[in-house]
Every structure is written in C-alpha cells, then in structure tokens.
C-alpha cells in the first residue's frame, strides 16, 4: 500500500469544479510553485503507519484562485467523492510535518477541496432557532451546521484539521457554505449530542506546528471513545471556532475566534481579532453552515439573511452583518 498522500496528482479546481459544480463559472488555473520537500516525522500521539514517508507535494493550483460557487441548500457539503487513493489523516499529516505557512495551508487546502474528507463529517445537521428581528415580528429559521470541524482523512483515520481564515473562506466558498457566527456557535454548542471539555495544551510556538495538530486532534479523538460519541453526532466544546464577525471590518486582516466552550456553557475564548490572518494553532477549528438558511419555510442565502435587520437576530447576536465573509488577500 502506497502511503505517499502525494503519489496521486489530483486534478486542477478548475478541473474538479467542472466535474462536480458544472454551474460555477471557474478561470483558467495556473500551476503554482512546488512546496519544499517534506521530511517525515511522527506526531507524539498518533501512531503512524506512514512515519517513514517522505514526500513532495505537487500543488496543482494558485490557491487564491479558488472561485465562488453560488450558495447551497444541499443537506451535505458540496465536495466531490473521497477518491480512493486518498491518504489517511494520519499519513497525510505525517508527510506535511515540516511544512508551515502558505505550503501548509495549500496542502490542506487541496485535500478538502479534492474530497479527502470522511463521509460523515460532510452531512449537515439541521438546527431551529426563533427570534424576533428590528420589526419586532417573531420567525424561525432552519440552518444547517457540519456536526463536527472539517478534517481530513477516512471515516476511520482522520486528523481535525486547523487552518487560517483565508483557507477556511476559500473552502466555504468553493462550497457554497459559511463560516458561523459568535451566535451560531454558541447555538450549536447548546444543541449538541455530545459535549466535549476543552483540553488545552501548554503555549507556546509549538502551538503553530503540525505535530500539535496532530496531538490535539488525538485528544479529542479519545475524548469521543470515552463519551460514546457516534459518527455524524452534532459535537461541541472541543475548539475554537474561526468566524464571521462585524469586527473583521472594523479590524481587516485578522482571524475573528470565539468560542470553547466549557462544561458550565462557558467560552474560554471571547470574541477576539487579535491575531493576524495568516495565523491558526491547534485549537481552532473550522465548522461550516449551509450556504442557505430556511425563514419561515422559505430558502434565502445566508449572505442575504445576515445582512437584513430583520432576520439577521436569527443568526447574529451583532446586527446584521453586511461583510459575511473573511476577506481575501
């Protein structure tokens, strides 16, 4: 069995657009320069069967080309299917263990966007929430959230993958999803199936490296064992979540983290822009909402919903937000 995560050239975005969102209008790709050679190592607390690989990723895109799709009201994230050849989580993220900034985010992000995404972390859950808007009228919404963060890998060996806003956003886009807001968390950590304490581990620089990932993503994996979690259960507390968020306007260029909720349905993290948007370490997570949200039995984009002061308090405790989106450099 090839471990190599790279052995396989996957197809170009344009390419996998065509196939699998024919209705996307996507420009020509142009190849992007090759990541540094990766060397082997293993994660303190994964045991890898791949540990001995090395490999060099072919990245087959300019990842900031990555284009819009129009939203969805799919009750699964619009990836293609996980092709057969695709590495495990675990052997995926032994090969990119050297790798970090933007080498490491476009690994990431090609791996999701070619499908390598267990099967049961792509279906949405749904959620109902009520609230009355600036016109004083009370309505519902039904919005659709991924029962856990994304990750890569099979449905039996995947790692919780962290990422920076900018590929979190371009991920959404390419999807026809969104990132949640500070509301949403806090609604989908109420209504989850399973919640998991949060499980720091010491700061430091260490908490940028893909070893930590690993480690981090590990824990929660034994956490869910030890709870009885099942497949596709709505799940909460175990990260940060990246997300939407006025402040993101009044603060450009940085990553917007809530969240982390603590047994007694408290965050750890409030509402902060204090890194930059290049920035992400082993407790972030990225959760994505459907790209359409159901108001009073009527499919509206989520874009739409946000920026309406009438509906937006189903999905903001900010007012609307008129920028639903990270911008892109």
């Keep these: 069995m090839n471990l190599n995560p790279f052995a396989y050239r996957l197809p170009a975005p344009s390419e996998l657009f065509r196939r699998f969102m024919p209705q996307a209008q996507v420009p020509p790709m142009v190849s992007g320069p090759k990541t540094p050679k990766a060397t082997s190592v293993t994660p303190l607390a994964l045991s890898l069967a791949a540990a001995t690989a090395r490999s060099q990723p072919v990245l087959n895109f300019v990842s900031s080309q990555v284009t819009a799709v129009p939203f969805s009201s799919s009750s699964s994230l619009a990836l293609p299917p996980r ?3 695709a590495p495990s989580g675990s052997a995926f993220f032994a090969s990119i263990g050297k790798l ?6 476009d690994a990431i992000l090609q791996q999701i966007l070619s499908g390598n995404v267990p099967e049961h972390q792509r279906r949405f859950k749904e959620l109902t929430i009520q609230a009355k808007g600036a016109d004083g009228q009370s309505r519902t919404a039904t919005v659709r959230a991924l029962p856990d963060y994304l990750a890569i890998g099979s449905s039996s060996d995947y790692v919780l993958v962290p990422m920076t806003p900018l590929t979190a956003q371009k991920i959404a886009d390419a999807t026809g ?5 500070r509301k949403l968390v806090n609604e989908i950590y109420t209504r989850s199936e399973v919640k998991l304490a949060p499980r720091p581990k010491p700061p430091g620089a260490v908490m940028m490296s893909t070893g930590y990932f690993a480690e981090h993503s590990e824990t929660i994996r034994k956490q869910r064992l030890s709870a009885g979690a099942s497949d596709g259960q709505l ?3 175990h990260k940060k979540d990246v997300v939407i968020s006025n402040r993101l306007s009044q603060k450009p260029g940085t990553v917007a983290i809530y969240g982390w909720h603590q047994p007694n349905g408290k965050p750890i993290q409030p509402l902060s822009t204090i890194h930059e948007d290049t ?17 009073d039995g009527v499919e509206r984009p989520i874009a739409e919903v946000l920026a309406d002061p009438n509906l937006a308090p189903l999905l903001s405790d900010e ?3 008129r920028q639903p989106r990270v911008k892109l450099q």
């Design 83 to 85: 092709p057969a050849n």
């Design 100 to 105: 970090k900034g933007a080498a490491r985010e």
């Design 177 to 181: 999803s969104s990132l949640p807001t």
């Design 235 to 237: 799940i909460g507390g």
């Design 279 to 295: 920035y992400s370490d082993y407790s972030h997570g990225v959760r994505l909402i459907g790209g359409s949200v159901r108001v």
């Design 319 to 321: 007012g609307p937000i």
